[in-house]
């Protein structure tokens, strides 16, 4: 909901200053003014943009454009326009909109195509011909309506099935600041899960809890719960360690890798590998979390 008020202002402004120097390129030097604010307000925006990920998902962007080097405004102006990655900056902020009212149709669609099914018994009878009429069929008052509510009712509860980070947890915490508010990261052993604190409120969990985890393969495990962090990771609301995802994974995938830079490194420092790096976030397992039961 936030990218569809944030995009619409980006997108707006962002817009509006692409499309004047666009327009004013036949004068040139009438372009030259509106193209540097375009490319001042993009870098505002970036940061306004990085902050707010920072704020809402506890995850730390770097900075991707690097300084600007030139002396003379001319130069400096050149180096802007240059810039592969201020370009990207300027292409994040104008699909900003589009991706935001994109994810808002689908979410909306979902929840409410579940609703008018798992309703459907209650008004179905009062349809033209008391039936509704789907592409594959025609519902009628009665078991059918029933069944169909059904699949609603499975829909809606969908959501029990979560899509989870198998890492170390507390490798992971020396790269993430997850904001632990109970217990600490290495506490959770292979027989543990970190959680988050919405989904700790929602389940009814806390740090010493077990909580239920059955993995893509049907094997059940029993975690004690050993961190609640606040941190609203964009990779879910749970962390069970790599151990255990991997003993329950045929093929298992590397989807992310996380790198802290030591000091004085940048992004465009070339470093030769020492040794092999730990992984601290390995892929994003489906895993289906079942009522916890607290434990003594």
């Known amino acids: 909901m936030t990218d569809v008020v944030v995009g619409t202002i980006t997108f707006c402004i962002v817009i509006t200053l692409l499309a004047t120097t666009a327009g004013l390129l036949i004068t040139f030097f009438l372009a030259i003014p509106v193209f540097w604010l375009l490319m001042v307000v993009s870098r505002g925006l970036g940061h306004v943009e990085r902050s707010r990920g920072a704020a809402l998902l506890g995850l730390e962007l770097a900075d991707p454009v690097p300084p600007l080097q030139a002396a003379s405004w001319w130069r400096r102006l050149l180096e802007r326009a240059r810039s592969g990655a201020r370009w990207k900056e300027v292409g994040y902020l104008l699909l900003l909109l589009p991706l935001g009212v ?22 179905v009878s009062e349809l033209p011909d008391g039936t509704a009429k789907f592409w594959f069929s025609d519902v009628a008052a009665g078991g059918d309506a029933w069944l169909v509510a059904l699949v609603g009712l499975i829909a809606d509860v969908a959501g029990s099935v979560q899509m989870v980070t198998a890492a170390s947890p507390a490798e992971l915490g020396r790269m993430i600041d997850l904001r632990v508010a109970r217990g600490a990261l290495g506490d959770v052993g292979d027989d543990g899960v970190a959680v988050s604190s919405d989904f700790a409120e929602q389940h009814a969990v806390d740090v010493g809890a077990s909580v239920p985890v059955t993995f893509a393969d049907g094997q059940r495990v029993d975690l004690r719960v050993g961190a609640v962090y606040d941190a609203n990771m964009s990779f879910g609301d749970v962390v069970v360690p790599e151990a255990q995802w991997l003993a329950n994974t045929q093929q298992p995938a590397l989807t992310g890798v996380f790198v802290r830079l030591a000091d004085g490194v940048g992004r465009s420092t070339r470093v030769a590998p ?10 994003r397992p489906r895993c289906r979390i079942g009522p916890s039961t607290s434990t003594a």
């Open 102 to 123: 994109l994810n808002l149709v689908l979410l909306m669609a979902a929840w409410c195509g579940s609703l008018a099914l798992l309703t459907l018994p209650l008004y």
């Open 274 to 283: 020492r040794r092999r790096p730990s992984r601290a976030a390995s892929s």
